[in-house]
Nanobody, 124 residues
Framework: QVQLVESGGGLVQAGGSLRLSCAAS????????MGWFRQAPGKEREFVAS????????LGSDSVEGRFTISRDNAKNTVYLQMNSLKPEDTAVYYC?????????????????WGQGTQVTVSS
C-alpha cells in the first residue's frame, strides 16, 4: 500500500518560484520511478518530469526545460519539483505519481499510485 501527498502549491506572480513536495509512504520508495504531471482546466493530464531510482531524469517539454528541476530524497521518501521563472501557462493542478516499473515514464497509464494534487496558480 502506497500513499502520496503533495504540498507546496499556491499563488505566485509570473517570474516567481515555487517548490512542490511529494511525500510517499512505504519502504521501497527508492526503487521506483517518480513523476510529476499537471492538468489545467479543460486539458488532459500532461507529463512534466520524472526521475528514476538511479537518478536519471526527464523533462516533459521544451517549455519547462531550464526552468523546472526534479529531485528526490530517498531517505525522506520525498520527491520535489522546483519551478522557477513561472509563467501563467504553468497554472494547473500538479500531481505526483509512482511508477513501479521502469518503462513508460511519460505515460499516465503506466503510473500505479497518484497523489491528490496541489494547485499552482501563476498570475501575470
Amino acid at each position: 500500500q502506497v500513499q502520496l501527498v503533495e504540498s507546496g502549491g499556491g499563488l505566485v506572480q509570473a517570474g516567481g518560484s515555487l517548490r512542490l513536495s511529494c511525500a510517499a509512504s512505504g519502504r521501497t520508495f527508492s526503487i521506483y520511478t517518480m513523476g510529476w504531471f499537471r492538468q489545467a482546466p479543460g486539458k488532459e493530464r500532461e507529463f512534466v518530469a520524472s526521475m528514476r531510482w538511479n537518478g536519471g531524469s526527464l523533462l516533459g517539454s521544451d517549455s519547462v526545460e531550464g526552468r523546472f528541476t526534479i529531485s528526490r530524497d530517498n531517505a525522506k521518501n520525498t520527491v520535489y519539483l522546483q519551478m522557477n521563472s513561472l509563467k501563467p501557462e504553468d497554472t494547473a493542478v500538479y500531481y505526483c505519481a509512482l511508477n513501479r516499473g521502469l518503462v513508460g515514464v511519460t505515460s499516465v497509464a503506466r503510473y500505479d499510485y497518484w497523489g491528490q494534487g496541489t494547485q499552482v496558480t501563476v498570475s501575470s
